[in-house]
């Protein structure tokens, strides 16, 4: 049976993802830093707890991500898949986002895929396994206010190629690019509450719809297959068209 690591498992498209992957014969290692949501998702998921290890685990530091990586090994024995999914977003104006908060995005959204792909590098490639960066369409087209965010993910598109180039051909890599995606209710109770998606926002997509956290857990699934093993290196959009969609005002 398969390991795959997935961190920020414990809301929105990481939730989902884990919910797939242990449906497809995967033992899952659900790398939360939010202790509510990590708590949550023990109790949702205490029906399969065999297949899952959840680790309490902050990405953007090296300590935490070793100590991960042993506990990992040591529970399952072997790494197959890593899935850097973890990520956080400030919006402010330029004038009011501070270096620190600017490091703190940097640091989850970019560092982390670093280092979880540094340190779990030599048990991936002992398995021929791969990694799967979540990026975002943020890294190609702005809204105003998301500076860390919009840099972080055209870091991830880079570091992408660049560990695809690095770790071929034992370890294959790519990135999943997301458009909008409704995660509203995927959040941890605090914070969860449905968004309500009027006509016009799901007419605006060429594909007639706001993309749901199934949409990237399904494209995760393709990507990791080993039948698609001559797929490395690449970034996958998935926003139902939108940045193939010309506007005029």
């Not at 899935?83 to 970019?110: C, F, H, P, Q, Y």
């Not at 998301?146 to 660049?162: E, M, P, Q, R, W």
């Not at 199934?214 to 093993?229: H, T, V, Y």
Request: proline content about 3%.
């Amino acid at each position: 049976m398969k390991t795959a690591i997935i961190t920020g498992g414990g809301q929105g498209i990481g939730r989902v993802t884990a919910q797939y992957l242990l449906t497809h014969g995967y033992r899952v290692a659900i790398w939360e830093a939010d202790t509510d949501a990590l708590a949550e998702l023990r109790e949702a998921f205490k029906a399969s707890s065999a297949q899952i290890l959840f680790v309490s685990c902050d990405v953007s530091s090296e300590i935490n991500v070793k100590k991960a990586t042993e506990q990992t090994v040591a529970h399952f024995g072997q790494i197959d898949t890593l899935i850097n999914n973890a990520a956080i977003m400030v919006e402010k104006s330029l004038d009011k986002l501070t270096l620190d908060e600017w490091n703190r995005v940097i640091g989850t959204n970019l560092t982390g895929p670093f280092l979880c792909a540094k340190h779990t590098a030599p048990f991936l490639a002992a398995q021929k396994g791969c990694i799967i960066n979540i990026g975002s369409t943020r890294a190609f087209q702005s809204e105003p206010d998301t500076f860390a965010y919009s840099a972080s993910k055209g870091g991830i598109v880079a570091l992408t190629h660049s560990l695809a180039i690095s770790l071929g051909p034992d370890v294959r890599v790519n990135a999943i690019s997301p458009g909008w995606i409704d995660v509203s209710v995927l959040k941890k109770k605090a914070k969860a509450k449905m968004d309500e998606l009027s006509p016009e926002d799901n007419a605006q997509h060429p594909a007639g719809r706001v993309g749901q956290a199934d949409d990237i857990a399904r494209m995760i699934l393709f990507l990791i297959a080993p039948e698609n093993s001559f797929i490395t290196g690449q970034n996958f959009v998935v926003d139902g068209g939108m940045t193939r969609k010309m506007i005029y005002v």
